[in-house]
């Protein structure tokens, strides 16, 4: 089937116009953390860090043990009775605007256009699958955009059913950005058809689990960051920045949150490579060949494998384990930008 | 490699900790204590060999070996490799004469191959095992003890719900049990000082399912071993026209499992009738091919009934378990040479091999004399599918497809060398005892230098009456793999198993619910409900708290004749 050249066209836009969507949304989130750093209850929150700074310092140690807030609830159970149920709160979402309006107003135009980015940017992957009529993922500029989009549509929906995740707005909206603009002006290749090595719907299945687990180990990836950012701000360092630290989520609830991704992704990861070695047994005669494509999709295998096993282990658990993740990250970049880029191998197709 | 290895000490609040301490024997590893550090005891030799197991089974060295395994494999994906392309390896030889030898040495052109290499996965393996055994039988013996007695304090675990009810002690637990058995829980009815209680856990598959992923990359290991000593592959190269029956010596190229010999390899035969490619005529990805087929008449057994099958890419033939997969493509002009005499020395298609995406291709054409120690004819050079000649330059393929062929040679006279002992190569010509002839065309291309200019229909002539060489036409080559593994058949099974018990293992919580039921000074009794997770971030808040209201719900107030469930 030949390309449909006006839906290529589109597409182009359609990215285009994400592109600009989710730059006014990633200044948007800017100056929200911006002014809400000046508010009164920053401030406020300033001081009184100030106060218990000492005492703050000498528990972090045991944060994981420990939580200091309870919920305690009381329900009518039915019968007249009441159930007392005490439990370990949650943590209480810190608000990024720390009640300031300027701060509140900004936030809410950042967050519209995030959905309004998400739009145009749903519309240019869509319209590019139409018009080379096949998944549109299949070379290095499809990939990125796809890839953004998973990370875009992650983060989306998790703020759609109002998970804690509105602190992830400005770091995930900064990466979709860039990625897209890599992917925009680096990696732009025309709407094609397939090299004969890509006519399988393994297509389908291998690289849709590839994308998928990228995106997430990126969302994956800021949550650590943040967390040991976090957690370097808790034992008393960056202190300067104590106002913007206390309005992201507790350095236990970051931990948690870049785990559960991980743990959550890494059987699709898994599953991934597994259906790529299944193609590669189809394609080229042998399930395993230590491509270098192969080889480093392993590696993150393996880095991200013992990021899980150094969670649980003594004098591992942590920062330790957090930094195995942060490699296991730049494992995955490599795989991609790297190995793509400078190491030649059977995963070399059109456009990169 | 056990995931949870120190879970209990690691997993539990500070809280728990206390109530729990009674579990702490049935801690599940076999990996020394955090703090028992890297000190060498002084054992003696078996005290010392169980100090090494220990220390090869402990978490930290599967860490390590974790992070050997992943630093090991970064040179085979940058340094070229033996196993994927050997020419390379020889390329990489020649432009580094000093450090070639070296790296050698180190196998690190035979990374997955090399002994340090397979140490490390042979230690974490052994590790793994060394985890894993223990780990099964303890989880046997957890999945079919009972969960552990309620704690005295339910108000230290993380979850606490209670309510007062003045229905009998008795009634509360049995419906308790049944709740938490509706759930699923495993469940068991005690009592102390402090009254009676239900303790019950959830969660058994989380470990199952951490067993299972581990020991199914033994599984893994063990297919991929089976295939290394029962399979073979093969590659050949068929030209257009020619065929290939399934014997030692017509592969180009054959590696045999320890445990294959000759006479295993299937009975197959084929011939490649025509082979077709399309490519990309516009845009940004001018050049790229879009099709591949191989059309191949086959017969499973020399007696079998001749089959026609279209080969692709990802449309491999398979013959009773043998696959045939097309890997490469390229030209093999058609040339005829003569000798002065005019007897034909050479007639048929010669394999070029392609250099670039526009299939510049080099080879060699060898046409030994007519008779025993006369003068040989050799050729070699170009051949360019879709030839440009801009003027005053090298003329070049734009083109990957067959549009305007042309061959440019280079010719020479003397002995080709072909009689000696020794391979040589089939896409060049061995030069030493051969003088380069003299055949600049009068309207060939200054830049083209001394060599031939020959268009499809086209006789070159060669100087002092040497002969001549038509080039006929053109056929095109297709490569095809040719591979048995029968590890497969434990490769795929094992690895989905993987997949699965990786799922259980990472998505499942494990937790612990308890209900007490206790005397108050009132004469009412205190219903406590409380649950400890025992997997991070699994605290079952939502499961206790709705079984203390399902239960303060269903128990009757007051309640002189029992439950009503």
């Given at each position: 089937?030949?390309?449909?050249?006006?839906?290529?066209?589109?597409?182009?836009?359609?990215?285009?116009?994400?592109?600009?969507?989710?730059a006014?949304?990633?200044?948007?989130?800017?100056?929200?953390?911006?002014?809400?750093?000046?508010?009164?209850?920053?401030?406020?929150?300033?001081?009184?860090?100030?106060?218990?700074?000492?005492?703050?310092?000498?528990?972090?140690?045991?944060?994981?043990?420990a939580?200091?807030?309870?919920?305690?609830?009381?329900?009518?159970?039915?019968?007249?009775?009441?159930?007392?149920?005490?439990?370990?709160?949650?943590?209480?979402?810190?608000?990024?605007?720390?009640?300031?309006?300027?701060?509140?107003?900004?936030?809410?135009?950042?967050?519209?256009?995030?959905?309004?980015?998400?739009?145009?940017?749903?519309?240019?992957?869509?319209?590019?699958?139409?018009?080379?009529?096949?998944?549109?993922?299949?070379?290095?500029?499809?990939?990125?955009?796809?890839?953004?989009?998973?990370?875009?549509f992650?983060?989306?929906?998790?703020?759609?059913?109002?998970?804690?995740?509105?602190?992830?707005?400005?770091?995930?909206?900064?990466?979709?950005?860039?990625?897209?603009?890599?992917?925009?002006?680096?990696?732009?290749?025309?709407?094609?058809?397939?090299?004969?090595?890509?006519?399988?719907?393994?297509?389908?299945?291998?690289?849709?689990?590839?994308?998928?687990?990228?995106?997430?180990?990126?969302?994956?990836?800021?949550?650590?960051?943040?967390?040991?950012?976090?957690?370097?701000?808790?034992?008393?360092?960056?202190?300067?920045?104590?106002?913007?630290?206390d309005?992201?989520?507790?350095?236990v609830?970051?931990?948690?949150?870049?785990?559960?991704?991980?743990?959550?992704?890494?059987?699709?990861?898994t599953?991934?490579?597994?259906?790529?070695?299944?193609?590669?047994?189809?394609?080229?005669?042998?399930?395993?060949?230590?491509d270098?494509?192969?080889?480093?999709?392993?590696?993150?295998?393996?880095?991200?494998?013992?990021?899980?096993?150094?969670?649980?282990?003594?004098?591992?658990?942590?920062?330790?384990?957090?930094?195995?993740?942060?490699?296991?990250?730049?494992?995955?970049?490599?795989?991609?930008?790297?190995?793509?880029?400078?190491?030649?191998?059977?995963?070399?197709?059109?456009?990169? | 490699?056990?995931?949870?290895?120190?879970?209990?000490?690691?997993?539990?609040?500070?809280?728990?900790?206390?109530?729990?301490?009674?579990?702490?024997?049935?801690?599940?590893?076999?990996?020394?204590?955090?703090?028992?550090?890297?000190?060498?005891?002084?054992?003696?030799?078996?005290?010392?060999?169980?100090?090494?197991?220990?220390?090869?089974?402990?978490?930290?060295?599967?860490?390590?070996?974790?992070?050997?395994?992943?630093?090991?494999?970064?040179?085979?994906?940058?340094?070229?490799?033996?196993?994927i392309?050997?020419?390379?390896?020889?390329?990489?030889?020649?432009?580094?004469?000093?450090w070639?030898?070296?790296?050698?040495?180190?196998?690190?052109?035979?990374?997955?191959?090399?002994?340090?290499?397979?140490?490390?996965?042979?230690?974490?393996?052994?590790?793994?095992?060394?985890?894993?055994?223990?780990?099964?039988?303890?989880?046997?013996?957890?999945?079919?003890?009972?969960?552990?007695?309620?704690?005295?304090?339910?108000?230290?675990?993380?979850?606490?719900?209670?309510?007062?009810?003045?229905?009998?002690?008795?009634?509360?637990?049995?419906?308790?049990?049944?709740?938490?058995?509706?759930?699923?829980?495993?469940?068991?009815?005690?009592?102390?000082?402090?009254?009676?209680?239900?303790?019950?856990?959830?969660?058994?598959?989380?470990?199952?399912g951490?067993?299972?992923?581990?020991?199914?990359?033994?599984?893994?290991?063990?297919?991929?071993?089976?295939?290394?000593?029962?399979?073979?592959?093969?590659?050949?190269l068929?030209?257009?026209?020619?065929?290939?029956?399934?014997?030692?010596?017509?592969?180009?190229?054959?590696?045999?499992?320890?445990?294959?010999?000759?006479?295993?390899?299937?009975?197959?035969?084929?011939?490649?009738?025509?082979?077709?490619?399309?490519?990309?005529?516009?845009?940004?990805?001018?050049?790229?091919?879009?099709t591949?087929?191989?059309?191949?008449?086959?017969?499973?057994?020399?007696?079998?009934?001749?089959?026609?099958?279209?080969?692709?890419?990802?449309?491999?033939?398979?013959?009773?378990?043998?696959?045939?997969?097309?890997?490469?493509?390229?030209?093999?002009?058609?040339?005829?040479?003569?000798?002065?005499?005019?007897?034909?020395?050479?007639?048929?298609?010669?394999?070029?091999?392609?250099?670039?995406?526009?299939?510049?291709?080099?080879?060699?054409?060898?046409?030994?004399?007519?008779?025993?120690?006369?003068?040989?004819?050799?050729?070699?050079?170009?051949?360019?599918p879709?030839a440009?000649?801009?003027?005053g330059?090298?003329?070049?393929?734009?083109?990957?497809?067959?549009?305007?062929?042309?061959?440019?040679?280079?010719?020479?006279?003397?002995?080709?060398?072909?009689?000696?002992?020794?391979?040589?190569?089939v896409?060049?010509?061995?030069?030493?005892?051969?003088?380069?002839l003299?055949?600049?065309?009068?309207?060939?291309?200054?830049?083209?230098?001394?060599?031939?200019?020959?268009?499809?229909?086209?006789?070159?002539?060669?100087?002092?009456?040497?002969?001549?060489?038509?080039?006929?036409?053109?056929?095109?080559?297709?490569?095809?793999?040719?591979?048995?593994?029968?590890?497969?058949?434990?490769?795929?099974?094992?690895?989905?198993?993987?997949?699965?018990?990786?799922?259980?293992?990472?998505?499942?919580?494990?937790?612990r619910?308890?209900?007490?039921?206790?005397?108050?000074?009132?004469g009412?009794?205190?219903?406590?409900?409380?649950?400890?997770?025992?997997?991070?971030?699994?605290?079952?808040?939502?499961?206790?708290?709705?079984?203390?209201?399902?239960?303060?719900?269903?128990?009757?107030?007051?309640?002189?004749?029992?439950?009503?469930?």
């Open positions: 089937m030949s390309i449909n050249e006006n839906f290529a066209h589109y597409s182009n836009l359609f990215i285009a116009l994400a592109l600009v969507a989710y006014a949304a990633f200044f948007a989130y800017c100056g929200e953390w911006a002014f809400g750093t000046s508010s009164r209850f920053g401030r406020s929150i300033e001081k009184l860090d100030a106060k218990g700074g000492k005492a703050k310092g000498a528990t972090v140690g045991k944060q994981a043990a939580p200091a807030v309870e919920s305690v609830n009381a329900t009518d159970g039915g019968n007249g009775v009441t159930v007392l149920t005490r439990a370990v709160a949650e943590d209480e979402e810190p608000t990024i605007s720390g009640g300031n309006l300027r701060a509140e107003i900004v936030g809410r135009f950042a967050v519209m256009a995030s959905f309004i980015g998400f739009g145009f940017h749903f519309a240019g992957v869509l319209f590019r699958g139409l018009a080379a009529h096949r998944v549109p993922w299949a070379n290095m500029y499809e990939f990125s955009c796809a890839a953004a989009l998973a990370m875009s992650a983060y989306l929906t998790l703020l759609v059913l109002r998970k804690k995740v509105r602190w992830m707005g400005l770091p995930v909206t900064a990466i979709v950005l860039m990625t897209l603009g890599i992917a925009y002006t680096l990696l732009y290749t025309d709407a094609e058809e397939l090299v004969p090595a890509l006519h399988s719907y393994w297509l389908y299945i291998h690289v849709t689990a590839a994308v998928i687990s990228t995106g997430a180990f990126g969302v994956a990836t800021v949550a650590t960051a943040l967390y040991l950012l976090k957690s370097a701000n808790e034992e008393g360092s960056l202190s300067r920045f104590n106002g913007t630290f309005r992201l989520p507790s350095s609830a970051l931990d948690r949150t870049a785990y559960r991704v991980i743990a959550f992704i890494f059987p699709l990861w599953f991934a490579i597994m259906a790529g070695a299944i193609w590669a047994e189809k394609a080229w005669g042998r399930y395993w060949g230590w270098p494509k192969e080889t480093w999709s392993f590696i993150v295998w393996v880095v991200y494998a013992a990021y899980l096993h150094a969670r649980a282990t003594h004098g591992w658990k942590g920062k330790a384990a957090a930094y195995v993740a942060l490699a296991a990250f730049a494992c995955v970049l490599f795989n991609y930008f790297g190995v793509n880029t400078l190491l030649t191998g059977k995963h070399s197709y059109a456009g990169l | 490699m056990s995931e949870q290895t120190d879970e209990a000490a690691e997993l539990l609040t500070e809280d728990a900790v206390e109530a729990v301490t009674a579990e702490r024997a049935e801690k599940l590893s076999t990996a020394p204590k955090a703090d028992d550090g890297i000190a060498v005891p002084s054992l003696g030799f078996l005290g010392m060999l169980r100090w090494t197991w220990r220390q090869l089974t402990s978490m930290r060295i599967a860490l390590v070996l974790l992070f050997l395994l992943s630093l090991a494999a970064i040179p085979g994906s940058i340094l070229p490799q033996r196993s392309d050997p020419s390379k390896v020889l390329t990489f030889f020649q432009s580094h004469t000093k070639a030898p070296i790296l050698d040495k180190l196998q690190l052109f035979d990374v997955f191959e090399s002994v340090w290499f397979e140490a490390i996965y042979g230690l974490l393996f052994i590790s793994l095992i060394g985890c894993i055994v223990p780990r099964s039988w303890a989880h046997f013996k957890a999945m079919r003890a009972n969960p552990p007695a309620a704690p005295r304090n339910l108000k230290r675990l993380p979850v606490h719900a209670s309510f007062s009810t003045t229905a009998q002690a008795d009634e509360v637990l049995k419906l308790a049990t049944k709740r938490l058995k509706g759930r699923r829980f495993k469940t068991v009815r005690g009592e102390d000082r402090a009254g009676g209680w239900v303790s019950a856990e959830k969660g058994f598959l989380r470990e199952t951490n067993l299972l992923f581990h020991l199914s990359l033994i599984g893994i290991l063990t297919g991929v071993a089976l295939g290394h000593f029962l399979g073979f592959k093969g590659a050949v068929v030209t257009e026209g020619t065929g290939f029956s399934d014997s030692v010596t017509s592969y180009d190229s054959l590696t045999l499992g320890p445990w294959v010999g000759a006479q295993d390899l299937p009975d197959f035969s084929f011939k490649l009738n025509k082979f077709t490619a399309s490519y990309q005529e516009s845009g940004d990805q001018f050049a790229q091919p879009r591949f087929d191989a059309y191949v008449t086959w017969k499973a057994t020399q007696t079998a009934a001749a089959k026609n099958v279209d080969v692709q890419v990802n449309e491999p033939l398979s013959v009773n378990g043998t696959n045939i997969f097309l890997e490469g493509h390229g030209y093999s002009p058609v040339v005829e040479v003569k000798d002065g005499k005019g007897h034909v020395l050479y007639n048929g298609p010669v394999t070029f091999l392609g250099q670039d995406e526009y299939f510049d291709s080099s080879g060699a054409i060898k046409a030994p004399s007519y008779t025993a120690g006369g003068t040989d004819l050799g050729f070699q050079g170009w051949f360019l879709t440009f000649v801009p003027s330059q090298m003329p070049a393929s734009i083109f990957p497809a067959a549009q305007n062929p042309m061959l440019i040679l280079s010719a020479y006279s003397g002995n080709l060398n072909m009689n000696g002992g020794g391979d040589q190569s896409y060049s010509l061995d030069t030493s005892d051969m003088k380069q003299s055949v600049k065309a009068k309207g060939a291309s200054a830049a083209s230098g001394n060599a031939l200019e020959l268009k499809v229909g086209q006789t070159a002539t060669l100087p002092n009456s040497l002969g001549s060489i038509t080039f006929v036409g053109v056929k095109q080559w297709a490569q095809f793999n040719i591979a048995y593994d029968p590890g497969q058949k434990v490769v795929l099974p094992s690895a989905i198993l993987a997949v699965i018990g990786l799922i259980g293992s990472l998505g499942l919580r494990r937790r619910i308890w209900v007490r039921v206790s005397e108050q000074a009132d009412t009794r205190l219903v406590e409900v409380a649950g400890l997770a025992r997997t991070e971030g699994a605290t079952p808040t939502a499961e206790v708290t709705q079984t203390a209201q399902s239960l303060a719900a269903a128990v009757r107030q007051p309640a002189p004749d029992g439950a009503s469930a």
